[in-house]
T-cell receptor
């Protein structure tokens, strides 16, 4: 079983739609969680950290469910510029700083 | 401005050659990492270093080597022992346990 699993998509949605991605992780000791965005042939960039209480940044909302070991990302009022691959990222739960990346979910927002 | 610089952006390697990818950061981050990304796949950890003069193998270290002689620099050598080196290589750094990564813009390595 992969440590971090995501639906690869693609999710093809119209502008203005609301779309949600889920991600599951296998290590119950994981402490930190992130969503990264990666544009085609570019490096990943931090979109937002995911906190236990949930957090919102403009049109983006992240949720963490420790009991079920999953993380979600909700994007409201999708824009064409949201088209990208969204990577779910967790820490392994040890003392290292390394991050474990999911394979990503591809989002395509159409006019 | 602070950031991570990877060079070169594109690199072509002949069969049997060793090549070295450069990664330099001026963020004063302690930890640095090398990842490999293949088309349509996630990032896989090659090596990481949490302090100067110390580094650990990641999940796919075979055929690669690193050094960490300075805090700012973490070069990656792709040796001839790496059988399938064509990939996108990403260097990253982080200040600590709760910080997200900052990535360099990557090096695309192709075997010719």
């Amino acid at each position: 079983r992969k440590e971090v699993e995501q639906d690869p998509g693609p999710f093809n949605v119209p502008e203005g739609a609301t779309v949600a991605f889920n991600c599951t992780y296998s290590n119950s000791a994981s402490q930190s969680f992130f969503w990264y965005r990666q544009d085609c042939r570019k490096e990943p960039k931090l979109l937002m950290s995911v906190y236990s209480s949930g957090n919102e940044d403009g049109r983006f909302t992240a949720q963490l469910n420790r009991a079920s070991q999953y993380i979600s990302l909700l994007i409201r009022d999708s824009k064409l510029s949201d088209s990208a691959t969204y990577l779910c990222v967790v820490t392994p739960g040890d003392s290292s700083y390394k991050l474990i990346f999911g394979s990503g979910t591809r989002l395509l927002v159409r006019p | 401005d602070g950031g991570i610089t990877q060079s070169p952006k594109y690199l072509f390697r002949k069969e049997g050659q060793n090549v070295t990818l450069s990664c330099e950061q001026n963020l004063n981050h302690d930890a640095m990492y090398w990842y490999r990304q293949d088309p349509g796949q996630g990032l896989r950890l090659i090596y990481y270093s949490q302090i100067v003069n110390d580094f650990q193998k990641g999940d796919i270290a075979e055929g690669y080597s690193v050094s960490r002689e300075k805090k700012e620099s973490f070069p990656l050598t792709v040796t001839s022992a790496q059988k399938n080196p064509t990939a996108f290589y990403l260097c990253a750094s982080t200040p600590g346990l709760t910080g997200g990564y900052t990535f360099g813009s990557g090096t695309r390595l192709t075997v010719v």
